[in-house]
């Protein structure tokens, strides 16, 4: 008779985790980085219509990468939970840390008791009313949260893009200034680091100075080439 076959705790949360990373390599990076007047998404993504930025709710971003089937599950997720807990009680409890919170415990959930966990890494983003009010928290595939200061970077090429911004303070700049910036990170991991294409970019702002209280808009390609080119 056969022994049963059997692999260690230790050795089976090695291999998810294994898994995940190199899932997640396989995505192209974002970068999401605070400005003075609010809060920048930059992602490599040539899709028009997938997109790996979106709004949660007022003054709430959402950026993700890895597995698109997965992220956008999480993303209506995080809406639900938004729009029930600011119906609930107040628009103003509904807040990127609850919010952390609920997708860091999904996804350790997964990771733990899944069979295969979640292929992605996120960003949440609360852009608040004063710059010392601004909130960065980066998720892992297992659920582990990092509260980000000034910039963050997920995806394939994270560590080229975040050696690029480890020296720099952004907060104190202006949007193009940051934009420019941003596209410069994104470009250090392709061929000859040649500046990717305004087409390829997916840009989205969390603006601070809206007069809507909804602060989450869309960047268009003529924008992002008029502040890159306003830069200069």
Do not use: C, W
């Not at 710059?131 to 995806?155: C, F, K």
């Amino acid at each position: 008779m056969s022994a049963p076959f059997y692999v260690s705790p230790e050795q089976l949360m090695k291999d998810r985790a294994e898994f995940a990373r190199k899932g997640i390599a396989r995505g192209r990076s974002v970068v999401v980085l605070r400005y003075t007047d609010g809060i920048l998404m930059l992602a490599e993504n040539p899709s028009s219509t997938l997109h790996k930025l979106a709004e949660i709710y007022d003054r709430i971003g959402f950026a993700a990468v890895g597995k698109y089937n997965e992220f956008e599950t999480l993303r209506q997720a995080g809406v639900r939970y938004a729009d029930l807990r600011g119906y609930s009680y107040d628009r103003a409890d509904v807040t990127a840390r609850g919010l952390t919170n609920a997708y860091a415990q999904t996804l350790a959930g997964v990771f733990t008791t899944e069979s295969k966990p979640y292929e992605v890494e996120l960003v949440v983003a609360e852009v608040g009313r004063t710059a010392e009010e601004d909130r960065l928290y980066r998720l892992s595939y297992d659920g582990s949260v990092v509260d980000e200061i000034d910039h963050v970077a997920i995806g394939g090429q994270a560590e080229a893009v975040g050696a690029r911004l480890a020296a720099l303070t952004t907060a104190d700049k202006e949007l193009g200034t940051v934009l420019r910036l941003a596209v410069e990170a994104l470009s250090a991991s392709s061929a000859g680091d040649a500046p990717l294409p305004v087409e390829h970019l997916e840009a989205a702002v969390l603006d601070r100075t809206s007069a809507s209280h909804r602060t989450f808009r869309r960047l268009t390609d003529p924008e992002v080439t008029a502040l890159l080119e306003k830069d200069q």
